[in-house]
């Protein structure tokens, strides 16, 4: 078994999200911006298609399917980014 | 709950699901079958979809009209040509043929034709491309050759003689073992068959269609004479294996079948042997051309997986990627259900394997009736034809690798696999269709052809490094 395909190594990842967490909520009390249950929810949706479109791009370069990672990284890339820039937007809702 | 509270609280909570991670982790550690170092059977564990949920109380295909059992003398197009290249004289024409091919090709001319075409022309050309050209892929018919070197003793006795246990045989009974219930028998011998290295395994209650009616060669048969059914063939063991990854997805010149053959076959000689030793009657029916009976529909049965539209038997743990073989006994057993994965409904739409196919034996229409049941009816002919047309190792199989299907278990393909079975509507078909067109595009099917036929010698994928004869070889 892999160290990648591990129980340690998905659990470092959950210690990972959850200081990501604690990070976001910090830096959005400093910017004065409330994040009601459903900005957490919005954000934890993109979260998890910015996290496939990487795992996306690592599974096809795994499997020597460069034009896949190379495709697909591209356009979920892009969504990822033009989506970001939306969720941005959205968050910053309710700024004081 | 304050910034400090909730910290606190967050650090308390991730020390307890940390703590908890790590007793979970080290549980799988001691449990898992890839530990036990030189003895990795996986112990079934490759067989993970969860076939109960999809089970149907009938298989997928239908049956139309009156039925009929397959002459292996003709349908089984190795025996077929072998015996039309043995027999064919130019000056006697389709009447020196024996008379089960004279009947056959007056009935269907357009086999004749293409079976005149493999003769005449393919052969030449292939020689002369194989004197060219074979150095690149030795290496790969080295692999081939390997895995086809060992093999049981093929069964050359009819069944009254070579499936039933013989007291001369080290362990065989020669009364069955009162079985407790077939349904732990059942499970039992699917134990049996992943400790023997089997990748999928499952039953099916022989349907006597499937069973050639006059059989193949060399399995110790009246020549052309109807194979009467015995009455022991009353349970199929389906077992299986895939071929290499690596080599199958650089189909057709650097793969093979003789991998995952080899497997299979010597899996379904030793459970042969197993339920002997019990006391039952067994025998087994493998790959290459060691067959009583059809595998593909017999594992349908068994609910291994659904026939698609190359014909093919696609299963959800290996696609396509899987060389059944089987045992038939009359050891108390449960058979499986069929299943039902949207693989008919898939097909419909898909396609991949029709416009891939450099032979154009795959059809991109519907189903037809074949022998009473409707199904997707290959152009065998025109299949077999190409396999001389290339240089690989006996056989094509790009149908194979470019189904979407065919893909490796990681999670990507597994959630594709997953929203295909579970959508009802088809919409999902389409997108994964078009994701995989345009993701795992292939050559145009036309370079796959050796030079002679106006090809390049072409693989869908690269070959793996060790299979790359132009590194270790100096020519």
Redesign the interface.
Known sequence: ?HFFN???F??LE??FA?LTM?GL??WM?DCRIPMPFWKWLLFVIWVFFFGFTI??VG??LG???Q??AL??GTIFGLISIITAVGLWRILKIGKK | MNRRQFLKATGAASAVVGSLGLGFYGYEAGKDPESYTGWETHEGAHQTFNRKRYASDHPHYIKVGPTNRPDARTEVIFYRRGDFMRNWKDDAGIGGLPEHLRVYYQQHPDVLEQDLYHLKEVFPKMREDYRKYRNKFILASAWSNAMGAVSPTPINQPPEESDFPRRSRFGEQTEPLKMKNPLKTSKLIKKIAHELGSTLVGIAKLNPDWVYLYPMRGRGFEPDKPLNIPEHWKFAIVVGTPMSWDPMYANPNFGTSNDAYSRSRIIAFRLASYIKQLGYPARPHTPGTSYDLMVPPVAIDAGLGEQGRHGVMITPELGCNIRPAVVTTNLPLVPDKPIDIGVQSFCNTCKICAENCPSGAIPFGDRVEVRGYLRYKIDTAKCHTFWNQNLGNMGCRICIAVCPYTRKANWLHKAALNISANDPTGISHSVLTGLQKRFYPGPNPQKYYSPSFGGENASYRKPPWWLRAEDFIEF
């Open positions: 078994m591990s129980g340690l998905w659990f959950g210690i959850c604690i909520k910090i009390e795992a996306f599974t096809n499997e020597k399917e034009n896949a495709l697909g």
